[in-house]
């Protein structure tokens, strides 16, 4: 595809200030900028012009200029507008309505994709195996739940925004003080899970209605200090030299068994039809010890920079950075309406 003269918003949020759970969430959006830089440096070089869509805490500017002056495409990096992960939703839809192109899922798909327990009943609807769970929203009593261990999480954050050390929980008292942190910090429901104690694998999918499925990428645990979990941490994806960044390394999926595999790729493939994914998302597993695999969330618009997930996964199929986002870019730009 042409790139030449081609203008490309690239849309993303520099906020300062998030609209709840923890200062240094803010980590999250600070890497969203290497991004952006990255994606600047490409497009200069295939001739594109990049438009600068950043969405600072006072969004009008940005919004006027894409009423006023709409590029071509958007490229949509902005997961928490006005540092508010419930607004992700709200961008995309704001460009359906001007008719302008965008890259990722739709807005139905993303906001699907925020609400972690809905997905879950709607895997287990479909027989994709998801761990056992209960919902507690603020103010209701602690349910009667004795899987022990059991993870605590934030029902409708992600970027492992409210996930430290003390959200696998190994008593009655842990799980009712986590599931408390839970309502006070993020002020939204507490989904409690049964902990799959086994391997953590991530399947990254990129393409149109039939994705193609990308290698396997898994999470080595074994740097990962023995008095801690082992979980992907939010010290874990943001904070590059802790400990608990050096005990997730990723590194290429280590030796399946045929049938894991191909559950696995089944899994993934029903999981991006189910939310209603598009052109690129990541299926977070993990395997159990008896090595059966559980989807654990799916990724809609998951991180898109040059040393993500996706992008290692792209990679280990052949490609390169650029490739991946000039690819992702042209799936967004083949939905342009065409001019009558
Ligand atoms: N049921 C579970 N069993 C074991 N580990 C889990 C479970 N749920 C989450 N985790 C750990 O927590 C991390 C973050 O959870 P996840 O549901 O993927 O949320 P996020 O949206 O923050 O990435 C996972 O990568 C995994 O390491
Ligand atoms: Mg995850």
């Known amino acids: 595809m042409e790139w030449r003269g081609v203008s490309v918003g690239v849309l993303y949020g520099k906020h300062r200030k998030m609209a709840r759970g ?131 999480k934030p029902a409708t954050e992600d970027a492992s925004c409210g996930i430290d050390r003390r959200s696998v929980v190994a008593s009655p008292a842990e799980l009712r003080d986590r599931i408390a942190h839970v309502h006070r910090r993020y002020r939204q429901p507490a989904l409690v899970e049964r902990f799959v104690d086994g391997r953590e694998l991530n399947i990254s999918l990129v393409g149109g209605r039939t994705p193609r499925v990308l290698p396997f990428g898994e999470i080595d645990f074994s740097a990962m200090p023995p008095d801690r979990p082992a979980i992907v941490t939010f010290e874990a994806k943001w904070m590059a030299g802790r400990v608990e960044d050096r005990g997730t390394r990723p590194i290429p999926a280590r030796a399946l068994p045929r049938e894991t595999r191909a559950a696995l790729r089944a899994h993934a493939l029903a999981a991006w039809r ?67």
């Open 22 to 152: 923890a200062a240094r969430d803010l980590l999250s959006d600070a890497d969203t900028l290497r991004t952006v830089r990255a994606a600047r440096a490409v497009l200069r070089q295939v001739g594109a012009r990049f438009v600068d869509l950043g969405l600072a805490d006072d969004p009008r500017s940005t919004l006027a200029l894409l009423v006023c002056r709409p590029p071509a495409v958007v490229l949509n990096v902005c997961d928490a507008p006005l540092g508010d992960s419930a607004l992700e939703p709200a961008l995309p839809a704001f460009l359906e309505r001007l008719g302008i192109p965008y890259t990722g899922s739709p807005p139905g798909a993303l906001a699907f994709c925020r609400d972690k327990p809905a997905v879950k009943a709607c895997l287990r609807r479909a027989h994709v195996p998801t761990p056992a769970w209960v919902v507690v929203p603020p103010r209701r009593r602690p349910p009667r739940w004795t899987a022990l261990p059991a993870i605590v």
């Open 274 to 340: 189910l939310t209603g994914c598009r052109d690129y998302a990541r299926v977070d597993v993990r395997l159990d010890a008896r090595g059966r695999p559980f989807v654990l969330e799916v990724n809609a618009n998951p991180d898109l920079g040059p040393e993500a997930g996706l992008a290692r996964a792209w990679s280990r199929a052949g490609g390169d950075w650029p490739g991946l986002l000039l690819h992702v870019l042209s799936l967004a730009r083949r939905r342009a309406p065409r001019a009558t």
